[in-house]
């Protein structure tokens, strides 16, 4: 690989030094991406130009203007028709479009990483720079993070490289299937680059049109088609746009992702790839961390004798059916079909269930739906990797959160003196080594009560309007003395805060969780819960329609 002389940027040596390593392994995968990696270009290249992000500004500022002007003219037609109005109506409709599409270009020339062409891999590596700064701090143990993000965006530009037969490419379906290539690449030969790659993919889970595509490229990686990488390249040729089944896959990325019924396009790209043609034939074998992989189709869940019986009893194989891919190991198989083993269709050669046995699901690929025919679908109750994307996005969400501007705790904020929160810690601990100021707790069962502790000190229980109460007055900067707290409560009533529009929440767990009367814990437990919950360090507060995301760990854990 030659790289193209730069003078504006270059990688650095540890960049330098883990492709160099990835070009080694992919010299392994066979004479066509040894002589690939021998005579591809590598250019490094700088941002986009920052004019870029001017032009954004000014479409968006055009195409407000002419929101307000289509409003204005939809109006006047509705109280009277005339065609002049109309075709100015239709000219803005069109230019609205046309000033979307620049400006949906720009974002994604923003955010590029990288890109190939014609024999050349560009690596923008400000914009790799910037991508690593915002990743959790879990990625940057050993300040590595740098070189495998770069190490990812070169692997999939790599396979962008490989597929280039000169046919002409559908977007739609080469990165998907780049995407899966470079995650199959690099859990088998880099896990540290891997695990990055699959946070990229989980964080763009939920962004623009445009890189959907690397998110169901995810989902083919989730199924385990290793040998679709070949077939895409070999057949791609063949591939016609025109065709009803492009047609509809791509009607899916025109909706945005998620999609609901991801088998659904994950079934039409194998029919596109023409894997379905020759179905009843088609049967891969590959070795997966040593052990051998059988694959083949099928219309209904059959077991083929003579693909199954050579494999040892740790080896495994995978049926594609209309239904869903199912996965099992010889042992899991000779365990749970004893009745197909002994079959007498088997032991001639194939046996075939007509209806999908129940036992069958547990062996559905993880995150696909089982559909039996004329009913609607129903989702396995197994362990759902979706669990795990779910709660990535929640953490990034909380990591965005945490660095707002908008978040009075944000260090971008200084809407709050952060001496004040050191001070009311200082109160909170002499407030509890005062015995004639009654301790205040949460305890929704009880509130309203005021109880006199056997230790001899008096416990007021509310709800967590207190705690709001509290955060209302760091907002301000007060800060009372012990003196003013033991007037305050001289009425045995805590004060209560409304923060419209805000949720508090706490960062450790605030919650007595037992059924026992108050009178009855010991008067440690009640202290230590006073001190968590009226302490202005163990809260933060977010808007209120986000709120419930403030009682899971994943958001919580980056406040």
């Known amino acids: ?32 991406m040894a002589n690939l990696i021998d005579t591809i270009e590598l250019r490094l290249e700088k941002k986009k130009s920052r004019q870029l992000y001017v032009d954004i500004n000014e479409c968006k500022r055009q195409r407000d203007d002419l929101y307000n002007q289509l409003r204005a003219l939809s109006e006047t037609l509705n109280i009277e028709f005339s065609n002049e109005i109309y075709e100015e109506r239709k000219r803005i409709e069109w230019t609205l479009g046309e000033l979307q599409n620049i400006i949906d270009k720009g974002y994604k020339e923003q955010t590029l990483l990288g890109e190939y062409s014609n024999g050349v891999i560009s690596l923008f590596l400000d914009n790799i720079s910037d991508a690593e700064q915002v990743l959790p701090l ?15 965006v070169f692997v999939h ?8 037969m000169g046919h002409t490419l559908i977007p739609e379906i ?30 763009n889970r939920y962004s623009p049109l445009w890189i959907s595509a690397y998110s169901f490229g995810k989902y083919i990686y989730d199924q385990h088609p290793t040998f679709l990488i070949d077939e895409y390249r070999s057949n791609k040729q063949t591939i016609d746009e025109r065709t009803n089944n492009v047609l509809q896959y791509k009607k899916g990325f025109s909706t945005g992702y998620p999609w609901k019924n991801e088998s659904y396009y994950y079934d039409l790209l194998l029919q596109i790839i023409q894997l379905r043609k020759n ?45 869903g891919s199912f996965e099992f190991t010889k042992s899991d198989f000779y365990n749970t079909f004893p009745n197909v083993i002994a079959s007498r269709s088997y032991q001639q050669g194939l046996y075939s269930y007509s209806v999908t046995p129940k036992k069958a699901n547990i062996f ?15 989702y396995m109750l197994t ?10 996005i929640i953490k990034v969400t909380g990591i965005l959160w945490h660095n707002s501007p908008n978040n009075p705790l944000s260090p971008k904020n200084q809407s709050i003196n952060r001496g004040i929160l050191s001070q009311w810690s200082e109160l909170i ?37 207190f705690a709001v109460w509290v955060f209302e007055q760091v907002l301000k900067g007060y800060i009372p003395s012990l003196k003013d707290m033991s007037n305050k409560l001289g009425n045995k009533k805590a004060p209560r805060g409304n923060m419209t529009g805000w949720k508090l929440r706490h960062i450790k767990p605030v919650g007595l969780n037992t059924k026992e009367n108050i009178s009855n814990l010991e008067i440690s437990v009640i202290e230590d819960h006073f001190r968590k919950y009226a302490d202005p360090n163990n809260m933060f507060v977010l808007p209120k329609e986000i709120g419930g995301l403030g009682e899971i760990d994943e958001f919580i854990n980056e406040q």
């Open 1 to 32: 690989m030659k790289i193209a002389p730069s003078s504006a940027c270059a990688l650095t040596s540890t960049q330098d030094s883990h492709i160099k390593k990835l070009c080694d392994q992919f010299r392994s995968y066979g004479q066509d």
């Open 138 to 152: 879990e990625f940057k143990k050993g300040n590595h993070s740098l070189e495998y993000l770069t190490g990812y």
């Open 157 to 164: 530009e790599m396979y962008h490289a490989y597929y280039d």
């Open 174 to 203: 080469e990165e998907p299937m780049a995407e899966f290539a470079a995650l199959s690449f690099l859990e088998t030969n880099d896990p540290e680059t891997f695990a990055i790659a699959e946070y990229k993919v989980i964080q």
């Open 279 to 323: 179905s009843s034939n088609t049967t891969k074998k590959h070795i997966v961390n040593g052990r051998t992989v059988v694959e083949y189709f099928s219309k209904r869940l059959s077991f083929k004798a003579n693909e199954i019986e050579p494999l040892s009893m740790n080896d495994s194989f995978i049926i594609h059916t209309p239904e």
């Open 364 to 378: 559905l690929i993880a995150g696909q739906q089982y559909k039996k025919r004329n009913q609607s679908p129903k």
């Open 383 to 392: 362990k759902n990797p979706i669990e795990n994307e779910i709660r990535a």
């Open 429 to 465: 601990d002499k407030w509890i080594k005062d015995p004639s100021i009654p301790l205040i707790v949460r305890k929704d069962a009880q509130e309203g009560q005021v109880i006199t502790h056997p230790s001899g000190r008096e416990i007021i229980v509310t709800d967590n309007t």
